[in-house]
């Protein structure tokens, strides 16, 4: 739904009176803005450069760009990294779901925008049907960037009472021009919202102009969302599940970065100091890489019209931050990097700061508990709700989330309402996904002999000759170890500009992921208490994420009792923009070994839980019959929707269109029916669980929570690091 300084774009399934109703709502605008004249009158000569301007610059966001970031080197970020706002006046708007009060009926949201002017839009909104309850919102400005003000827009709406859904409409006037919007609010008992999943929103560094077209550039699923946004009646949120922008570009194109990137030893990389230059070049690139890239084609539209929450991976940072080495990621440079990288996060993706989020806590939004990283808990409606940790603040080479966060995060889903039947987990890296343990294999090997050989690249050459066998390429090595870089969505960014090979390699790339070996214990630790606070609470859980550059279903469960507390759904939809990997690695990722999750403290070779990927796709895009069914390397995004029969269900769509030739944009691979669990709870406990025979609820709790030295100290959890069982 484009924005239009003419007339109103009418929501999904909507009939607004463009003739009747627009006209009413520009006369309540226009009066008002009469008696508010006094905050309109200046505009500044920049507010009123970019009224005329129509086009951007050469890497900006006017119009589809299929240049690529990064290929030209350093540039003057100071005159490259510039953006216009596509409307003329502002960048935005951008909407975002705070939480619903599901006990008083009451929708919580804000809207933000960003303008070069010290006059804020005049902001009103209405039922789309009614006119006559318009009603305006006082701006705040959370935040100042050069010229640039981040007005936020509180939104509070009471939800029509029982089933029925409602269409809202906000208007932003200024200067003689207004932007109508419209987006969708659940009625107070409505148990069946639907939503959108998304990651990976841009192109990786390394992506070819040539395959940029040939995917149909940035914009070309987002433009499918808002077809299906109309053909649905209305998404009521949408997830961003990590990646929204890419700023790996920094280390090719900010001068600043070149000397640090070039510094010999890892103590002198260590203790590098950060200048006042690279202060102020990595806050205008973060404000850069965000303007520019949430006001493309299809992208905007979406964030303007349906409701979102976010959540942040490595890319909106850099290709995989928290998982270097020590030298690397506790350096002044990547720490500082790190902290403008948050901060223009919680600006553009939650519409806040931490100074406000620590001087103003809301119940309904972020919390923290060690005071690094944000996380949320939100209501989708009585019976579902989304638990959004962040796994980026905390990370270190063996650790995700810190222990006292786990902690944390365990004790409010115990806190949930009986209501509640669906618990959907965010997280921006799948937790189940398959292993790459052949290429980890020889690149240990590599890792533990190169120190001692002369000439350690020619290593490399011999040792992933081997590996370029196994992935069916062994005439271009240095593009396979490219390649299954992408099969875990990394661009190995750090690995090319800092060193050849040595210091970081794709082995630091494969660590990024749960499934890793350094991360095996804590990943037993959140599974294993996740199923107790399953079966406790009598909710099913599902993970939904991305990361990955291809899309399939997997899950955890109990082959003797498939359906019970165990069953933990994996959705992954990935990537929506990003090129997919190619098919000699996901042919290397369909294995077909049995992978059981060992219980907490145990070595025991079988256990009652299993890991797989699900055989999803029979068919390809084109109707061919697929070999390999488990994962598809499509550009793709999900959609969710929680059933009147109080199931889940989950489709993937795919893209179509592009170079596969067709005039759809997508094709839909579903539903993944997630059932609840039965309502009847002596149906949930099985005498073979987890628990084992003749051991009480509370001694299982005491095992999983109260382990010796918790997850990471003496005697911890991480000190016994158990392998996944492979049979």
């Keep these: 739904m484009n924005a239009s300084d003419s007339h109103d774009r009418s929501a999904p399934g909507q ?16 009066n008002e803005q009469i008696a508010n004249s006094s905050q309109n009158q200046n505009l500044s000569a920049r507010s009123a450069q970019i009224l005329i301007q129509n086009s951007g610059y050469a890497l900006g966001n006017q119009q589809e760009d299929n240049s690529v970031p990064g290929k030209h080197g350093v540039v003057d970020i100071e005159t490259v990294y510039h953006s216009v706002p596509s409307n003329g006046t502002f960048f935005g708007p951008y909407l975002r779901y705070k939480n619903v009060d599901v006990v ?26 009614d006119i006559t309850q318009i009603q305006a919102v006082a701006p705040r400005v959370i935040y100042q960037y050069k010229n640039y003000k981040f007005f936020r827009y509180e ?51 390394g992506v070819s102009e040539e395959e940029r077209e ?61 200048t006042p230059r690279m202060e102020s070049d990595i ?27 976010f959540q942040i991976d490595d890319h909106d940072i850099f290709d995989g931050f928290g998982s270097y080495p020590d030298y690397m990621q506790q350096s002044s440079v990547l720490r500082n990097i790190g902290r403008i990288a948050f901060h223009f996060y919680l600006l553009f993706q939650h519409q806040t700061t931490e100074t406000i989020l620590e001087t103003e806590p809301d119940p309904w939004d972020l919390f923290t508990v060690t005071g690094r990283g944000w996380h949320f808990l939100k209501n989708l409606g009585p019976s579902a709700v989304i638990l959004g940790p962040d796994t980026r603040a905390e990370r270190a080479l063996n650790s995700i989330i810190g222990e006292a966060t786990h902690m944390e995060l365990f004790h409010r889903l115990e806190s949930l309402s009986s209501r509640v039947r669906h618990v959907v987990i965010m997280l921006a890296v799948p937790i189940v996904y398959p ?39 062994e005439h271009s090595t240095k593009k396979q170890f490219e390649n299954v870089k992408k099969a875990f969505g990394k661009s190995g960014v750090m690995g090319s500009v800092v060193s050849g090979f040595g210091e970081v390699d794709l082995l630091d790339d494969l660590a990024d992921h ?74 290397l990722l369909h294995n077909s070994d049995k992978i059981y ?16 990927m699900i055989q999803f796709f029979e068919n390809d895009v084109d109707g061919r019959r697929l070999d390999l069914q488990k994962l598809l390397p499509r550009r793709n995004y999900s959609i969710g929707a929680v059933l009147a029969d109080g199931a889940m269900s989950w489709d993937l769509y795919v893209q179509k269109g592009g170079k596969y030739g067709s005039m759809e944009k997508s094709q839909k691979y579903g539903p993944l029916i997630v059932s609840p669990l039965p309502l009847d709870s002596t149906l949930l406990h099985y005498v073979n669980g987890p628990d084992g025979p003749g051991v009480e609820a509370q001694q299982r709790k005491q095992q999983m929570m109260g382990a010796p030295g918790g997850i990471y100290g003496p005697g911890g959890l991480a000190e016994d690091v158990h392998n996944l069982n492979v049979n």
């Design 283 to 309: 806050n205008l690139a973060y404000f850069f890489y965000y303007t520019c890239h949430f006001d493309r084609i299809g992208i905007r539209d979406c964030l303007a019209s349906i409701p979102s929450i």
């Design 597 to 612: 999750l060992p219980e907490i403290n145990s070595s025991h070779k079988h256990t009652d839980t299993r890991e797989e």
């Design 15 to 30: 009939g607004y009176n463009e003739n009747l109703g627009y006209q009413q709502s520009q006369t309540a605008i226009n």
């Design 155 to 205: 939104l509070t709406i009471h939800q029509s009472r029982g089933y029925t859904d409602q269409f809202w409409t906000y208007a932003l006037t200024l200067f003689g021009k207004t932007f109508t919007y419209q987006f969708l609010v659940a009625g107070s008992e409505e148990t069946e919202w639907k939503f959108m999943a998304f990651s990976c929103a841009d192109f990786s560094l």
């Design 514 to 587: 749960w499934t890793h070996k350094r991360h095996a214990s804590e990943r037993v630790f959140f599974v294993r208490n996740l199923q107790r606070i399953a079966r406790d609470k009598n909710v099913r859980i599902s993970f939904v994420s991305g990361d990955v550059h291809c899309c399939g279903m997997g899950k955890f469960f109990n082959p003797d009792a498939p359906e019970n507390y165990q069953l933990m759904y994996q959705i992954i939809t990935s990537a929506i923009s990003n090129v997919p990997p190619p098919g000699p690695v996901i042919r």
């Design 435 to 473: 292993r790459l343990t052949a290429v980890e294999n020889i690149l240990t090997g590599i890792m533990h002999t190169k120190r001692a050989v002369n000439g350690a690249w020619n290593v490399l050459e011999k040792a992933s000759s081997k590996v370029a066998k196994v992935v069916g390429a």
């Design 214 to 274: 040939e995917l149909g550039g940035v914009g070309y699923l987002w433009e499918d969302v808002m077809d299906k946004h109309k053909q649905l009646g209305g998404l009521h949120v949408m997830l961003g599940g990590g990646d929204q922008i890419y700023a790996d570009r920094m280390w090719k194109e900010v001068a600043s970065l070149q000397d640090w990137l070039k510094v010999k030893g890892k103590m002198n990389r260590h203790d590098y100091d950060w």
């Design 104 to 129: 008083n009926g009451v929708w919580f949201g804000s809207v933000m925008v960003v303008i070069e002017s010290s006059d804020a839009p005049y902001f009103q909104f209405h039922p789309t049907s």
